[in-house]
């Protein structure tokens, strides 16, 4: 499956980032996005819809979720990721089920493709917390 974005920068610290489903825009100056929030962002999705995919299977529910990642880049060039940091906050969990969440969050980090490529590169460490 390919997947096509186009990227044109209006100046030297402004751009609009464009796919066939929409468009946000870019910035270096604290702006708009800059490139590694959009990264940060679409891993956050992808960890999602696997969880999602996982929970659905396993039928399981809740109200609402919300993932706070902050990542480390490193000093030396590249300076790549070298920490992620993934806290998770779910409501309107079951408590008999929040084990079986947990579970499929492990899940759902392993078969994440865009985990999978930040495991590369550096560690990620996710907390879940279940909120009333």
């Known amino acids: 499956m390919a997947i096509n974005v186009k990227t044109t920068f209006t100046s030297d610290t402004e751009g609009i980032v464009e796919s066939r489903s929409g468009k946000a825009d870019m910035s270096f100056t604290g702006k708009n996005l800059a490139p590694y929030e959009f990264f940060l962002g679409?891993?956050?999705?992808?960890?999602?819809?696997?969880?999602?995919?996982?929970?659905?299977?396993?039928?399981?529910?809740?109200?609402?979720?919300?993932?706070d990642i902050t990542g480390v880049k490193r000093e030396e060039i590249p300076t790549t990721l070298k920490e992620v940091t993934v806290r998770v906050s779910i409501t309107g969990a079951e408590k008999e089920k929040q084990k079986a969440i947990i579970k499929s969050m492990d899940l759902a980090e392993k078969y994440c493709s865009i985990s999978a490529m930040i495991q590369m590169i550096a560690n990620i460490d996710i907390t879940i917390a279940f909120l009333d």
């Open 42 to 67: 679409g891993y956050a999705g992808c960890l999602h819809a696997t969880f999602k995919d996982i929970l659905n299977k396993k039928k399981i529910s809740f109200n609402e979720i919300t993932y």
